[in-house]
């Protein structure tokens, strides 16, 4: 190996081999081509197959040089980065912990010379690593955004006659581009937990719930999904969800895989032996939808779970897990969305029409001047505020249905926030003042609200709320001093099944770089589609992960003046939002088409 060919490798001119850089189905060594050190830019996904491996460090190689390259050899698909270990001093070989945490900054780390430090140590010598920190993975695989400088020291010293690292920070420090290159975002799947209110008929035993983290997408991708998703919940979902795996369950199959027939065995440790089949099946349910995650492009059929002498402890087939598990089931089955038109009636479009139709019930005559609507995510019912902001009525989507006295009054400034449906059946609204707000849920729409308390809020206004269908967590956009953002936060519930308290904590950012979010909306089991703009920037609308990082989904074709937008929670349902052009939508692989010239507040169940 040339000296200069230090750090990654990449293919140039025809090919490069099966060696230093290999690619997916890559079967001989060519004898022509050549290699080159290439930069930290970001890359194509036509390159994803591309396998990147660390050149270890040369004779004679510089304290710059060698941190560069132990920097480069860390973002490698090394299983126990073996390249980067060669840069590091005997004893700190032993000590140093990768899988610590990984710090992602904006570019590759800028490494400076300090020099040597002082004359008791005239062997030793100091590099700087420096950038803005933009987010940090921690040891559980959890995303946190998290924007601030990053500064830490690396020190170096002679070790038979070579310039080697001995002490560093523990984790990884990776640029943007080689984080997204080398991570992918994963759902895991664990099982919401009501608490107080887990008796009701309404919260269901069988709720699965997206907790997403960041796994190397090229490292063994189907083995280290599930043995994440066997360490547990996140810390953010720890306390709201459950997992049916015995504590102390532990992996105990290597190199999983789908077999022919796209079915999945895997052998768990004694913990999982004494589990019930009820539990068993709970088990697979939770290992299926995660491991479907990172398997999109083939459908699992079955997962079979195993003790570790190998005996089938349950199988899950693909038609079970999605009839009594899916966690799509819980939102209802949506085939058309909604809308206030211009006449003031409440409006829906089938897919099986090209021309909105008023809904059955007492919004559809245009009889009541409405501001925003929310339709139960069994389409049973409508929720509407009143167009001063002042009052909400819910009444049924039926004919001959009336709609009654209003539910609930406000004397705010600025009135109700739009209302949101959960799929339990409750009702989601925001009492808005601006000293504060209040955050009220309506058992099934109707009776005396429960008032949920928001710790942290402050004098901080609710703008706008989103419920997830399993009222686990929620989407606020929350208005501080003319600048709004959007935040998720958990529901966590307490007291007793009669008299229960609520409350939504840890409030955290999901698209951070927006200065003012005008709209989101749940697009996902952990996805929300948002629309805003960065500071000084113009309106965009893109989709963000529940964890606050940017969605791998593919990218929106933009549309002018978007006041509100709408997602379903079933991906495959088109976006609809009230833009300028009036009412539009926008189909997978399409472009955005108007639907309405007129109308406003779009929404699909939920």
Sequence with gaps: MRPWARGRLARTGAALGCGALLLAGCASMPDSGDMQAVDQSPRADADSQVRVYGVPPQDGAQPTEIVSGFLDATTSDEVDFSTAVQYLAKSTKKTWRPFSATKVLQQRPKADPVGQANREDPNGYTVTLSGNQVATVDRNHAYTPEEKAYKQSVHLTKEDGQWRIDRLPDGLVLGQSDFQRIYRSVNKYYFADYKSEAQSSKAGKNVLVADPVYLRQRIDPITASVAALLEGPTNWLNQVTASAFPTGTRLKSSGLSLDDSNALKVRLGKGAAGATPGQCRRMAAQLFFTVQDITRASKLSEVELQDEGGSRLCVLSQDRANSEFAPRKHIGRPAQEYWIAADQKVVSMPDTTTEPR?????????????????????????????????????????????????????????????????????????????????????????????????????????????????????????????????????????????????????????????????????????????????????????????????????????????????????????????????????????????????????????
């Design 358 to 606: 008023p809904v059955r019930g007492p919004f559809g005559t245009g009889k009541t001047a409405l501001s925003s609507i929310a339709v139960s995510r069994g389409e049973s019912s409508v929720a509407g505020v009143s167009a001063d902001g002042r009052s909400l009525y819910v009444a049924a989507l039926d004919y001959g249905a009336e709609r009654g006295p209003a539910v609930l009054h406000s004397t705010a400034e600025n009135g109700l926030s739009a209302p949101s449906w959960d799929g339990l059946g409750d009702l989601w609204i925001a009492d808005r003042s601006d000293k504060g707000s209040r955050l009220l849920r309506l058992r099934e729409g109707k009776g005396t609200p429960d008032v949920v308390t928001v710790p942290g809020l402050g004098d901080r206004r609710i703008k706008a709320i989103k419920v997830a269908s399993d009222g686990i967590r929620i989407a606020v956009l929350v208005e501080d001093k003319g600048r709004t953002t959007l935040q998720l936060g958990r529901v966590e519930r307490g007291g007793t099944a009669q008299h229960p308290t609520l409350s939504v904590e840890e409030m955290r950012p999901v698209a951070p770089q927006l200065e003012d979010v005008v709209a989101a909306s749940w697009a996902g089991g952990s996805r929300l589609v948002v629309v805003g703009r960065q500071s000084g920037g113009v309106q965009q609308m893109q989709f963000m992960e529940t964890d606050g990082s940017a969605s791998s989904a593919q990218t929106l074709p933009g549309v002018s003046g978007v006041k509100a937008v709408t997602a379903s929670e079933d991906e495959n349902r088109p976006l609809v939002a009230d833009g300028a052009e009036g009412i539009v939508r926008l189909p997978q692989d399409a472009n955005w088409k108007t639907v309405a010239k007129e109308g406003k507040a779009p929404v699909y169940p939920g």
